[in-house]
């Protein structure tokens, strides 16, 4: 396998040790990797020529990751767009996430869960580039008006689409597939984070928040996902 053969991943990262740990780890998948320190410096060449895939850094000099991923946005609705982030504000990843991004993890973070969540978007976006396929009842989950697509990490609501991130379609799939049983936290944690990562009660928290949200702006009466205070969280059927 020759570096660049799986595709082309920008990473745009200040810190150095990042920029070459990650890339080399990257190269090593067989990705070609081009480095970039700052935003402005990607920008430039990113507005000329997109990569399949952009990793970028929150806190950046010159230009921040929110306005490079605003520009890319601009640029490219499908381009996949993974955060990395030392910044554990809720408002910083709500509002990358509103931005477009399709994921983020945060510092320090696995760097086998990175090359998983690549890998990811990777056969998302080959999957929808081949347009629509017949799919076999085993590549889909449907619970009541929700259908899971496995393959692509897709939803829809109502035959309605729904843009969830990777983690989301991870954590939602943890919930739908079993109804009326009570997820932990701590299961959820294993189901959205897969490889060796370790994230809070409260990041989970915030990924329940968020999935919600997107799923009520689908549907104003979507209210499946159940919280049972003091054990975790639990998907109802809703009756039809």
Request: contains cysteine.
């Amino acid at each position: 396998m020759h570096q660049g053969d799986k595709g082309t991943i920008a990473l745009v990262d200040d810190e150095e040790n990042i920029r070459e740990t990650v890339s080399f780890a990257l190269k090593r998948e067989g990705y070609r990797v081009d480095v970039y320190s700052d935003g402005q410096a990607a920008w430039e060449v990113l507005e000329q020529q997109l990569a399949d895939v952009v990793v970028l850094d929150i806190m950046m000099p010159r230009m921040d990751g929110l306005e490079l991923c605003r520009r890319l946005r601009a640029v490219s609705e499908s381009l996949p767009i993974i955060f990395l982030t030392s910044r554990d504000e809720e408002f910083d990843r709500v509002l990358g996430l509103e931005l477009g991004a399709d994921d983020y993890l945060c510092k320090p973070f696995s760097m086998r869960e990175l090359v998983a969540r690549i890998k990811v978007l990777f056969r998302r976006l080959a999957l929808v580039k081949r347009g629509p396929q017949q799919d076999s009842d085993e590549q889909l989950l449907r619970v009541g008006a929700l259908t899971l697509d496995l393959r692509r990490y897709t939803a829809h609501w109502n035959e309605k689409p729904v843009q969830l991130t990777v983690t989301e379609f991870l954590i939602l799939n943890a919930l739908a597939r079993h109804p009326g049983h009570v997820k932990t936290r701590q299961h959820l944690m294993q189901e959205g984070y897969p490889h060796d990562t370790y994230v809070s009660d409260r990041t989970i928290d915030s990924h329940i928040k968020r999935l919600r949200r997107k799923m009520v702006k689908a549907d104003p009466e979507f209210d499946v996902i159940e919280t049972v205070y003091g054990l975790g969280y639990r998907y109802r059927q809703a009756e039809s």
